[in-house]
């Protein structure tokens, strides 16, 4: 991560300059996931390869891009059942909106009043790199996330985020729309 101001690009009465603008950060990421199954004589191989950066703290704004690598297969006695084979390309882009900021008010947040408050647009567009390129899809959609600090139970956090999502299969002409809702919570 840099934790420095940067200098970025900006349009100011129709002209295109750079400024130095503090950040809260410009953070690279990258890594691996492995998974092996064995179901009697067959194996289930998945290897997730991801990488990617987040530009956070331009004004109220985070944004963060990510390219993975999604590969996976199976094998059945030892030899590879070439149909099952599969390797795809995700690219994902998510634009972050802070409406209420955790870090810029310290203290607990006043009663009934979330601790964050955050709208997000992520956007995913899949390719195939391997095997039926049927399920190539781009999605995108709007969601919104919060965290909620309940000091009655001595501090957990309780983080929700609900949304909606249209993913679109361009190589079948079908469209899917998802509503989603997650609760976790943490201390």
Known sequence: AIYRPLILPQLHHGVLS?????????????????????????????????????????????????????????TDGGISVAQLQNSQYRTTLVIERRIIDADAT???????????????????????????????????????????????LRGPSFLMSAGYHFEYFYNLNKGVHVLRAD????F
């Open 18 to 74: 750079t400024r130095r603008v503090d950040t809260r950060g410009f953070h690279f990421f990258g890594g691996v996931a492995l998974d092996d199954e064995q179901f009697g004589l067959k194996v289930v191989k998945r290897q997730d390869f991801y990488f990617g950066s987040s530009l956070k703290g331009i004004g109220d704004y985070n944004f963060t891009v990510q390219g993975t690598v999604f590969r996976g297969g199976v």
């Open 106 to 152: 310290p203290g607990m947040p006043p009663g009934g009043r979330p601790a964050m408050l955050n709208l997000v647009i992520p956007i995913k567009h899949d390719i195939a790199l391997e095997g039926t390129k049927d399920y190539e899809n781009v999605r995108a959609g709007v969601e919104l996330w919060a965290r909620e600090i309940v000091p009655a």
């Open 183 to 186: 609760l976790g919570m943490g």
